[in-house]
Every structure is written in structure tokens, then in C-alpha cells.
């Protein structure tokens, strides 16, 4: 069972456009949610990540908003480059143990 | 500072045959993980380790092996190798000492069983 559903499974933007991906998960024990970011034959790196307690994170053109009561969290990319294009990850964890995966978003930027 | 460093980078492997693969990290992390990634299925947690001498079962551990050989080092065993177990491995690290941990990710190792 998916902990952690994420869409949509692939997306193509232009450049300058808002990129949204969509994460749902079912345990309100979660309490810690990142967002990962990979490019071709490299590991996966922390883009940006949310705690519950707030709704919205900004860090520079990268934004996570968080719905409790909906169990759903979403990452927007403001102003998409083409150097955004790469695999994003959502993820989500109950602090201490293990970490859950979304299946990836794979985004292409077109210029 | 390398970070997390995993060998080989790639490897392949006749079924039945097995291997190691390793992983070690020089940034003091209590606690190491390996994941394989499969395309459409996102990261899957193999076996992880919260400390040292400790070492727990993840979401896919059934035909692997792990050891926690000390803080710096944690490495994985495939003892007969299937073609479902080819997959890009990753291993990673954290402090896990409460909220906000972050996962710091290896290059990952290439793994094709024929």
C-alpha cells in the first residue's frame, strides 16, 4: 500500500510557467514532509520541506503548501527554468522513523 | 566532506550469484538506510539502521542482507541474485536526532541481474 500517492507521474512546462506537483498521504501521524529533488544518474537532494504546524513554505521560486485537514501537500515552481527539469520526490515521515516516498514526478521545462 | 559514497556505481550480476554493495558516510549520521528505486515505484526502503549495532527490517527486504559494520559504514548483500532485484540502489544518511531530519543520498549503485 502507497503511503504516499504523488501526481502526476510526468509534466512539461514552459519556460516561465508554474510547475505544481500533488502529494495525498493517510497517516496523520506524519509529522515531517520534504521535498526531493534528483537529476539523471545523480542521488536525490532536499529541496525544501514542511512541518504540519504551517501551511505554506517559500524558498526562493520553490513553495510547499500543506493542507491538514485534506492530507494533501502540493510544490509549486514559480518562473520553471529549464535547470529545474529533473525527478521531484515528495516524501513523508513520523520523526525518527521511516521515511515514504511519493513515485516521482519526472518534469521537463521546455525553453 | 564526500558526503555518502557508495561502490561499485554499477555492477552486473548472473542469477544466483551475489554480491555487496557498499556504503559509507563521513558526516557523524547515527543513522544509514538502503533504498532501491524502480521506475513508477519511487524509493523503497530495503533495511535501515537508527544506530550503531542496530539494524531494522524496511518495506522490501526479502532477499537481502545488511550489516552496520560501524557509524562510518553500512553495507548491503544480495546472497542469490533474481532479475527482480535489478534496480538502481541508494544509500543514505541522517542524524535522526527528531524533527526535520534530512536524508542526505549516495550516487547510487547500477544493478542488472541477467
Known amino acids: 500500500q502507497q503511503q504516499v500517492k504523488q501526481s502526476p507521474q510526468s509534466l512539461i512546462v514552459q519556460k516561465g510557467g508554474i510547475s505544481i506537483i500533488n502529494c495525498a498521504y493517510e497517516n496523520t501521524a506524519f509529522d515531517y514532509f520534504p521535498w526531493y529533488q534528483q537529476f539523471p544518474g545523480k542521488g536525490p537532494a532536499l529541496l525544501i520541506a514542511i512541518r504540519p504546524d504551517v501551511s505554506e513554505k517559500k524558498e526562493g521560486r520553490f513553495t510547499i503548501s500543506f493542507n491538514k485537514s485534506a492530507k494533501q501537500f502540493s510544490l509549486h515552481i514559480m518562473d520553471s527554468q529549464p535547470g529545474d527539469s529533473a525527478t521531484y520526490f515528495c516524501?513523508?515521515?513520523?520523526?525518527?522513523?521511516?521515511?515514504?516516498f511519493g513515485t516521482g514526478t519526472s518534469l521537463t521545462v521546455i525553453p | 566532506n564526500a558526503g555518502v559514497t557508495q561502490t561499485p556505481k554499477f555492477q552486473v550480476l548472473k542469477t544466483g550469484q551475489s554480491m555487496t554493495l557498499q556504503c559509507a558516510q563521513d558526516m557523524n549520521h547515527n543513522s544509514m538506510y538502503w533504498y532501491r528505486q524502480d521506475p513508477g515505484m519511487g524509493l523503497r526502503l530495503i533495511y535501515y539502521?537508527?544506530?550503531?549495532?542496530?539494524?531494522d527490517k524496511g518495506e522490501v527486504p526479502n532477499g537481502y542482507n545488511v550489516s552496520r559494520l560501524n557509524k562510518r559504514e553500512f553495507s548491503l548483500r544480495l546472497e542469490s541474485a533474481a532479475p527482480s532485484q535489478t534496480s538502481v540502489y541508494f544509500c543514505?544518511?541522517?542524524?535522526?536526532?527528531?524533527?526535520?531530519?534530512?536524508?542526505?543520498f549516495g550516487p547510487g549503485t547500477r544493478l542488472l541481474v541477467l
Open positions: 539502521s537508527a544506530s550503531e549495532g542496530t539494524t
Open positions: 543514505a544518511s541522517s542524524n535522526a536526532q527528531g524533527v526535520g531530519e534530512t536524508q542526505y
Open positions: 516524501a513523508a515521515t513520523n520523526t525518527g522513523n521511516q521515511f515514504y
